[in-house]
């Protein structure tokens, strides 16, 4: 009977040795105007985590800037986890946008 090799956890093993499994985490940067900034945050932060936590993306919104009418967001991870937290916060800004052209369609969450 052969063993095999095991890889310990919390250790992998990429498929084709030289090839990394996981592309590098890149940086994107977004301007959220200062009124809009409070749809993307959520009520004590609960929508900004909920982007966060469904695209893996870590998330960062700067302080606002004295004198600024825009917020800077920074979005790293890899190019898939930035496209959908980009995507996340767009449809954030659709469904807002949506309730202020229709407050019947509001719903509640």
């Not at 004295?66 to 898939?80: C, D, F, L, N, V």
Request: aromatic share 4%.
């Amino acid at each position: 009977m052969q063993q095999t090799p095991f890889t310990p956890l919390g250790q992998t093993t990429p498929a084709f040795p030289g090839l990394d499994a996981n592309p590098p985490a890149s940086t994107h940067e977004l301007a959220i105007p200062n009124d809009l900034i409070g749809c993307i945050i959520g009520r004590q932060g609960t929508k900004i985590n909920e982007i966060r936590q469904m695209s893996g993306a870590q998330i960062k919104i700067a302080n606002a800037m004295e004198g600024s009418s825009e917020r800077q967001i920074t979005i790293t991870g890899t190019p898939a986890n930035i496209s959908l937290a980009q995507y996340l916060i767009n449809a954030r800004f659709r469904d807002v946008a949506a309730m202020w052209n229709d407050p019947s369609s509001m719903t509640t969450s």
